[in-house]
């Protein structure tokens, strides 16, 4: 793989979805591939730039995921001397990266139920939502502990679990037939998610 064309290193334009959604598949499974859409807020867009002295070692990790900018978005700014960069590091990084997004998530759920809203639904939607993303934040020790014992099924099932939490949340709006206001939040979720996984199956469990 051109670590050159596929990873540019000074300022990245970058949109999370197409201008009007974007599929995510639920990670690499055996047979069957679930996908959900994400749709994008209008005029919505995140602008990244990234520093011009990333490490080879860590584009090179990023660029075997299935979304290598979001990998080195989640990872740079928690790095540290201290911290080697190698693929079991990175993942570690990335579990962070899963619990501090999930709390965002959560601070934005309860943040949009306290506000008026055109939907008497959306309350209901946004509970579900809070309820999934406490389910994943309690998963992270189990995700570590697996890691640390180099447990791939309780990794993959824990991982995967979460992927379906939130989908359970956005499948909350898609029922209720309203907009999801943290559809974002659920889309980079699903990603660092699916990075996660690819990591620990393609690099640290060979």
Known sequence: MDMKH???IFVIFFFFMSTTSASVALAPSSSNTQSFSFSKPPGDQTF?????????????????????IECLTTTIPFLDENVAIIPVSILKVEIDAIHNKTKEAI???YEFSMNPSTSRLLPLCLKTCINNYNAILESKQRILDAISIGDANELSMELSH???HVFACEDEFKEAKIESPIAELNSLLIKII????????????V
Request: charged share 25%; hydrophobic share 35%; net charge negative.
């Open 6 to 8: 596929l990873i540019p």
């Open 48 to 68: 990244f730039i990234l520093p011009n002295d990333v490490d080879p070692k860590l584009q090179s990790i990023c660029g075997e995921t299935d979304y290598p």
């Open 162 to 164: 979460n992927m379906e």
């Open 107 to 109: 601070d934005k759920a």
């Open 194 to 205: 699916t990075n996660s996984l690819t990591i620990y199956v393609d690099m640290v469990k």
